[in-house]
């Protein structure tokens, strides 16, 4: 059954035995991202007794719970009066300067890219390493990434031909997205580079390195820097609270 005030932007579905579905709309929007996170952060913040994991999405947030601690019409009641408390001020997020290196062996489509959009590999590198992303999701593989903010100048519809194997550390274009890749994995989105940071690692205290809301950065590298970078295992990206 969905839950719904009459003037509310937002719904509570359920969508199994232990999760309810909180949707806010149907579009790619920053604005709608940042009720998403900003919901999450008010449940951990409260603590909700009984529920075991949060999952932003673009648009919605599923909220997993045991059953065996609370009821399913209990939590909804309480996502409603978080949903009706209005945030006292946005909260910081962090903003990641992730190195990468475009283009060559490590950007096999840089060049290609560039050619479809009328432009110099150069230019495609300094156009993406000018903005600031936005980590809309974290899904498909462990860790992956999906950034929003990209310049309308590089949009570029998916592959037609998607490859079996990316290296993991691939940055990507697809569509209106960028993305910072995890794991080796296939990929219908055009290669410009690859990053030596390691977004996911299940060994560590925190797997993932990016959580929903944060920001990106990125830092033209050259390959011996890479290379240099990408065997320290132990290697961290710099980050800032904004």
Known sequence: MEHRPASAEWRILPIADQAVFVDFGEIIDEAINNRVTSLA??????????????????????????????????????????????????????????????GGEQGIDLIALA?????????????????????YMIGFMPGFAYLGGLDPR???????????????????????????????????????????????????????LFSAGDRVRFQPIDGGTFIRLHGQSDYLPEWTWQ
């Not at 648009?59 to 209005?86: F, G, N």
């Not at 050619?115 to 980590?135: C, F, G, K, M, N």
């Open 154 to 208: 590089l949009h570029t519809s998916r592959r037609e031909s998607p490859r079996l194997k990316t290296p993991s550390g691939s940055i990507s274009i697809g569509g209106m997205q960028t993305a910072v890749g995890s794991v080796e994995a296939p990929s219908g989105w055009h290669l410009i580079g690859r990053t030596p940071v390691r977004s996911f690692m299940p060994e560590r205290e925190e797997p993932f």
């Open 115 to 135: 050619a479809l959009h009328a432009i110099s590999p150069q230019r495609v590198i300094d156009i993406h390493s000018a903005a600031t992303y936005r980590v």
């Open 41 to 102: 952060a008010r449940v951990r913040q409260a603590a909700l007794a009984g529920v075991t994991s949060l999952v932003p999405t673009y648009r919605a947030l599923t909220v997993c719970y045991d059953s065996t601690r609370v009821r399913q019409a209990a939590l909804v009641r309480q996502l409603e009066a978080l949903l009706m408390t209005h945030d006292v001020a946005a909260p910081k997020v962090r903003c990641w300067t992730i190195p990468v290196s475009y």
